[in-house]
Nanobody
Framework: QVQLVESGGGLVQAGGSLSLSCAASRRTYSFYAMAWFRQAPGKEREFVAAISRSGANTDYADSVKGRFTISRDNAENTVYLQMNSLKPEDTAVYYC???????????????????WGQGTQVTVSS
């Protein structure tokens, strides 16, 4: 079992920045591909960004490319999401997710993930 705990959400004005963190409980964290998803009220959970086990490969939703950056520190068992130039449509609960894998792939589909955090609210005011 892996426990994931997100932090760093909050309220920010449009154009501002926030940095989210997701800390994992397990020492074998480096065997897990990680991702961030988000869910706005009344909408389905959607992919935001993903990163491979080593951090060498990343993938982003078109809506956040050029504004968000996913990274990880395997020594600290933590994955990050730096969010810049935030827009009101970025408002959602953000979830981190982990998937055990032996590959260097990235995985944008939420159904592939084994472990989920509890979510952190991000609100962007106009």
């Amino acid at each position: 079992q892996v426990q994931l705990v997100e932090s760093g959400g909050g309220l920010v004005q449009a154009g501002g920045s926030l940095s989210l963190s997701c800390a994992a409980s397990r020492r074998t964290y480096s065997f897990y591909a990680m991702a961030w998803f988000r869910q706005a009220p009344g909408k389905e959970r959607e992919f935001v960004a993903a990163i491979s086990r080593s951090g060498a490969n990343t993938d982003y939703a078109d809506s956040v490319k050029g504004r968000f950056t996913i990274s990880r520190d395997n020594a600290e068992n933590t994955v990050y999401l730096q969010m810049n130039s935030l827009k009101p449509e970025d408002t959602a609960v953000y979830y981190c997710a982990g998937k055990s894998t032996s590959t260097t792939g990235v995985f944008p589909r939420p159904t592939l993930y084994d472990y989920w955090g509890q979510g952190t609210q991000v609100t962007v005011s106009s």
